[in-house]
């Protein structure tokens, strides 16, 4: 049986080489949001030759700097206040590209349940350490299996994904237009369709216990990330069908 994610447990983020680790709390919904989401940027800079360039990994520290626990491997910092202040940033960016090492898993064999429709299952897969693996863990039989979107929960997600937020600024080479990116403005919009699609998950757990078809405990406890996740790719995938729409 393959190993499940709790989700109400301690995470450990670990470094292969050299042995650090950084021991993080559950993240809940609101740190998601306020912590990493809304601090999502994206800078157009105007001129001659425009660019944008979005800044995820910035947004991915600051919610470790949240999140965070307790660190191992790092024998200088021990029992000084500021020890996560203290921790290279080399290895913060290393943390944060771990934590957010969630992609869609289209060579899973894993099938919908018997009388769901397997056009509405999300198969994911993900970085994960818990307590108990001095290793992190690539769990690859994530499901999430919804049920299939109405016409106002389509337009609810056509309408959030088409707005966007915009502030002039300058920056050390000029002027520029900062924008809020699609994702930032979605993740509440698709984390509230989450909770009112999904029917069961396979792969998660919740101290100790498997989390399967109870709808409400799904909602509670799921990690908001890969809530976002699943919910993107699954109206990735109906709206496409329905009339060609490709989500960003």
Excluded at 18 to 32: G, Q
Excluded at 46 to 70: H, M, Q, W
Aim: glycine share 4%; with cysteine; net charge positive.
């Amino acid at each position: 049986m393959p190993r499940l994610i709790d989700l109400a447990q301690p995470r450990r983020l670990a470094l292969s080489s050299p042995r650090r680790r950084l021991i993080i709390a559950p993240i809940s919904e609101r740190a998601w949001f306020e912590c990493y989401y809304d601090k999502i940027f994206a800078i157009l800079r105007c001129g001659p030759r425009a660019e944008v360039c979005t800044d995820v990994e910035s947004a991915a520290i600051n919610l470790l700097k949240e999140v965070a626990i307790s660190s191992e491997g790092y024998p200088h910092l021990f029992g000084t206040a500021d020890w996560l202040q203290k921790i290279p940033i080399r290895d913060m960016s290393t943390y944060g590209n771990a934590l957010l090492e969630v992609f869609e898993n289209r060579e899973s064999p894993e099938a919908a349940a018997v009388g769901l429709d397997p056009a509405c299952a999300v198969r994911m897969e993900a970085l994960w350490g818990s307590m108990s693996s001095e290793a992190m863990c690539r769990h690859r039989h994530l499901v999430h299996q919804f049920e299939r979107p109405s016409k106002q929960q389509r337009n609810d997600f056509r309408n959030a994904s088409t707005r966007v937020r915009r502030t002039a600024g300058v920056t050390r080479r000029g002027p520029a237009v900062f924008l809020a990116p699609e994702q930032s403005i979605t993740a509440p919009a698709l984390a509230a369709l989450y909770d009112e699609l999904i029917l069961r998950v396979d792969g998660y757990a919740v101290n100790g216990e498997p989390l399967t078809d109870d709808r409400e405990k799904i909602a509670a406890n799921m990690d908001t990330f890969h809530k976002v996740k699943a919910t993107r790719w699954l109206f990735s995938r109906v709206m496409s069908e329905a009339k060609g729409w490709r989500a960003a």
